[in-house]
């Protein structure tokens, strides 16, 4: 799901696996219903001299450190601002810190309203990376370039490429000798302790991304060495709340204890944790369905209340969608949060669920209205199938359970039955608890314990 630029753009040309096994159900070869906010781009060479207007690089990089930079904080702006004025001037030459400028560019006008060159920027950033891949050792500067451009493909490109990139990521952090601090390379030992914490930032960055996108896509990551490295302790809030998303987010990795009890205890930190970013939201609220749909998996009498209580703390992300979308920013899980959503409410199927249905409805129509490609129109028409599907089942369900009501009011004439049966007889209530609900009853637990008498 794509798009900041015109539907009818050839960089809408693309095609993907799903991210949730509902979708084989419902086409044999579905696109990536809710992967992405915008499309991938076709990228080609583009003279080096249109992109040297320093006037335009200096906008769109203070759009990243408004917009992508406070949630990561991978780079520092002053850092930046400095290396800026002698790497821009040296387009041309080998500046390693060329690939940090063209990612930062190129981020500030995806979350913007876009510049003519931002294709130019990806791709001179990429053929920069591409040659750092053959070094003889990469340096620092290559990591954050490619760090971005991970990013970047994540916002906007097939699975796929976004995996690669982040392996590639991860393999020049460790050529880098990133992993082991007693193995720094020179410059970072004579560096003060705010730029190594930005390092150590960058690399929990690669980490965090490498096992998410991994885990989105059913791949597996690369190899974390042992022991990891150690957590900056400088950076923004907003950081130390990634990482605890992350840290949470790891029960959900295979080697991980399948323990329902652990995964319960892990949603209530979830659910208690208060975000203070709006991306940060969306992570928190994409973590609860993933942690309930594995929690549905081991515990098949959950409560109703208790799926309630998660599916109303991961609403608060579609409020976050709506936010985002309208201020252009495409991250991806504003594409994707919504439909997961939606996913998860019909398959709960409860009337608090369903309650909630107009709600995810709502907000995929906005994220689409916002970013018009053919993949999220796609997921619009997708949603209401699923919708009408469901409601269609409901619909039938009712007029089989009437159907099959309606065989006693006629008993068959050779029927043994001497007392004809009434219709209007009420319910005897006596035998129920003063306070009885029928509409919170909960009909799974009384199947559960039929079988275990059984």
């Not at 490498?210 to 900056?232: H, M, N």
């Not at 950076?235 to 399948?258: D, H, M, T, V, W």
């Not at 208790?306 to 991250?331: D, F, K, M, S, Y």
Request: with cysteine; hydrophobic share 40%; aromatic share 8%.
């Amino acid at each position: 799901m794509n798009c900041l630029r015109n539907a009818d753009d050839k960089r809408f040309k693309r095609r993907n696996p799903p991210e949730e096994s509902v979708l084989l159900a419902v086409s044999p070869a579905p696109g990536l219903e809710g992967y992405d906010a915008r499309s991938a781009t076709t990228y080609k060479d583009y003279p080096r001299d249109t992109m040297n207007d320093q006037l335009d690089i200096e906008s769109l990089s203070n759009v990243f450190f408004q917009k992508v930079n406070p949630v990561f904080d991978i780079l520092d702006q002053s850092v930046f601002n400095k290396r800026l004025q002698d790497a821009w001037s040296l387009v041309d030459s080998d500046s390693s810190y060329v690939v940090v400028v063209c990612g930062v560019a190129a981020l500030g006008s995806l979350f913007s309203a876009g510049h003519p060159q931002e294709s130019a920027l990806v791709d001179h950033a990429r053929i920069h990376l591409e040659q750092s891949s053959t070094a003889e050792l990469p340096s620092v500067d290559h990591l954050a370039g490619w760090l971005l451009r991970v990013l970047f493909l994540r916002c906007t490109a097939a699975p796929y490429t976004s995996w690669l990139a982040i392996c590639t990521t991860m393999h020049v952090a460790q050529a880098t000798r990133l992993f082991r601090e007693s193995k720094w390379p020179p410059e970072l030992f004579q560096a003060t302790f705010e730029e190594q914490d930005t390092c150590r930032r960058q690399l929990w960055t690669a980490i965090i991304l490498a096992s998410w996108i991994s885990f989105e896509y059913g791949l597996t990551g690369p190899c974390v060495p042992d022991p990891k490295p150690r957590i900056p302790t400088t950076g923004s809030a907003n950081f130390q709340q990634l990482i605890q998303i992350y840290q949470c987010s790891r029960l959900l990795e295979p080697e991980a204890a399948k323990d329902s009890n652990d995964l319960d205890a892990t949603i209530q930190i979830v659910i208690d944790f208060v975000p203070l970013h709006n991306e940060l939201a969306l992570d928190r609220s994409f973590l609860l369905l993933c942690l309930l749909r594995r929690l549905r998996i081991l515990n098949n009498s959950l409560p109703d209340s208790r799926a309630n209580e998660i599916l109303e703390a991961a609403r608060t992300g579609l409020h976050a969608c709506r936010v985002l979308a309208l201020e252009n920013q495409p991250w991806w899980h504003v594409a994707s949060l919504p439909f997961q959503y939606l996913c998860s409410l019909l398959a709960i199927d409860t009337r608090n669920s369903l309650l909630r249905v107009g709600g995810a409805l709502e907000t995929i129509n906005l994220v689409a209205a916002k970013f018009p490609s053919r993949e999220m129109r796609r997921t619009t028409q997708l949603s209401r199938i699923l919708v009408d599907a469901f409601r269609r089942r409901k619909e039938e369900d009712s007029s089989v359970l009437t159907s099959g009501l309606a065989k006693i009011d006629q008993p068959s004439q050779d029927s043994d039955i001497s007392a004809p049966y009434d219709n209007n007889l009420s319910l005897d209530t006596s035998l129920l608890h003063p306070n009885f609900d029928w509409e919170s009853f909960d009909w799974d637990g009384l199947l559960g314990s039929f079988q275990e008498n059984f």
